[in-house]
């Protein structure tokens, strides 16, 4: 029924010029009024970092910390963490070195082709107190040397999620990546993961050890069923979860629109995930991800409009039912669609935070709107299976000339007499935290170079009439409401 009245309010909107409200009626419990509910990991947003940087993250980056800490203040948990990338699969392990890791680029700007890392590295992931999910190299076909990282990775890090074997395969033949060599395809791929599951799970004795996948090309060809179609009982007891990148890509506008982003996360991985619920009961995670790939685009990736895409982008997946979701983190202030570096925060951190913020203490999510419009609308809910908070979600571009539109919304089984809100806004889709432009979630902003909030916190109210109320929310523009 909402639904019904969302499309008519939109072609009443389209005929007459004026933003109609749309209306979306809260479910008031998890299970009610037919539509899709799913679970949620008690901190669903995580960071992954780059594997050579890792080590400059965490002991010459002030913000690193703070940014992480920001969200277990929120949430009671330490966001999860993923060590790995391109660079996974150009590391060796080194036992003998006392350096974290050991490489020399030309520029500070850059990648390095190979490096070796020591057991301090492990160590070091071993200090993060929340949990580490830790990729290591398949890419130089050496399982001797792999299989060494990954004992000093059982042994130190006291927290570990999972194993990485292989960061994006498909790649590897592209790469000169020895294992690659003479066929290499989906179905050659999978053995080899299902080999190397065996092995490193076997070598350190541990089952559900292993996050496998690892891809970037798209599901199905590079996705979890064929790959699940190729693996036996001896392999699969070893895997923990099944993981796949993405990188959506495209202008600010594009990346921004709530359709744009459904239409990614479900076409793309709704079947795969499914086909993993179904086959194995086991997580599927997103265990790289971000904005534009290589880094990020200079003028899409750290703008305001990618903050919205994050928040879209977090709840629709978790609304998919993939459990968590790893913002990729490359190198240290050369990385566009970073959500902090050595001196700025950038403007994704504030969608990420929001995000954040509207998932804490929540153990389910639903999508109240069908996702094929800009106007987006999400409810939680908690441990008794109450609805917690909704989201609003205007997602129309805004260029900051001309006049900027407003749509409303209206929410419908409300109780109480008025409910709170918090507001995330910014001059428009192209503001940039890492520019000094006025960027805030509830009246707040994050410090940079120590990501520390600032500012006064500020809410919003809303009375609520016959269990209703309506809310504005600009073009570009998102509203938290506390239930
Ligand atoms: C998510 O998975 C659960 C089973 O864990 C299922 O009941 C639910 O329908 C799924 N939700 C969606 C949106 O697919
Ligand atoms: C920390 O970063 C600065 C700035 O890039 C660099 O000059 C310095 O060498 C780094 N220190 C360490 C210990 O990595
Ligand atoms: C699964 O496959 C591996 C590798 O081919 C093999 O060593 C193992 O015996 C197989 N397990 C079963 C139960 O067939
Ligand atoms: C952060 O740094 C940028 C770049 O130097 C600057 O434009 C901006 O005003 C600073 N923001 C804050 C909140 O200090």
Redesign the pocket.
Known sequence: MARLIQLAAICVAAVQGVDAAVSFAIPNTVGAGGRSYAPLDPAPVGISFEFFAFPSYFTNVTATNQCLSNWKDLTGTWPPIRIGGTTQDRASYDASTSAYVVYSVASPADAPMTLTFGPKFMTLAGTYPGRVVVGLNRGKNNIANTIAAAKMAVAEVKNLLAIELGNEPEYYLKDGQPIAAGTWNPSVDATSQVNWNIQVGSAVGKTYIIQTGNWNQAPPEWGAAQFIAKENTTSKQYVRHYAHHNYPGGTIQKLQTHSQTASNVRNLFEADVAAVKRQTGKEYVLGETNSVSGGGAANVSPTFGAALWTLDYILLAAATNISRVYFHHGTVSNCQYCFWGR???GAPYYGATAAVAFLAGARYISALDAGNTNYAAYASFDGERRPLRVLLLNSDYYTGSGSRGVQSFTLTGLTGQAVKAKRLTAGSSLSR????DDLSFGGQ?W??GTCVV?GTERFETASVQNGQATFDVKAAEALIVNL
């Open positions: 001196y700025s925060i935290a890492d520019r000094g902003f410090v940079n600032g």
